[in-house]
């Protein structure tokens, strides 16, 4: 059931200011270029859905990216329900590691090419 007001709600604005302001060194690379329109669709930092902040996320196709640090390691069964509520929402969900982006960023741009439905 689709719920009013779980996008982007305003008391989760400040959490997700301080999160773009602390972006990690691998969020800040994929940022580079997914603003700069190199996948040609629009993508948004820092997205809110009902108490979860996405890292990114583009909302014409309903792609959610996440960038996993070591700390995910210890937090499988919270990600994965996060990732359950998100397809709940009809959004999918692409994870990759932070050592993914720093060492392999066109194959990462490239898995995400794929994953945005036509």
């Known amino acids: 059931?689709?719920?009013?007001?779980?996008?982007?709600?305003?008391?989760?604005?400040?959490?997700?200011?301080?999160?773009?302001?602390?972006?990690?060194?691998?969020?800040?690379?994929?940022?580079?270029?997914?603003?700069?329109?190199?996948?040609?669709?629009?993508?948004?930092?820092?997205?809110?859905v009902e108490g979860y902040v996405i890292d990114f996320y583009c909302p014409e196709k309903r792609l959610a990216i996440e960038l996993d640090g070591e700390q995910h390691k210890q937090n499988l069964e919270y990600d994965l329900y996060r990732t359950k509520l998100l397809e709940g929402y009809g959004i999918k969900v692409i994870r990759f590691w932070n050592h993914e982006v720093k060492d392999g960023l066109t194959k990462v741009l490239h898995r995400i090419e794929l994953a945005l439905p036509s």
């Open 1 to 48: 059931m689709w719920r009013r007001f779980v996008y982007n709600i305003n008391p989760l604005k400040n959490r997700r200011q301080q999160l773009r302001n602390r972006a990690t060194e691998e969020e800040r690379i994929l940022w580079s270029c997914l603003k700069k329109n190199v996948l040609k669709h629009k993508f948004i930092r820092q997205y809110s």
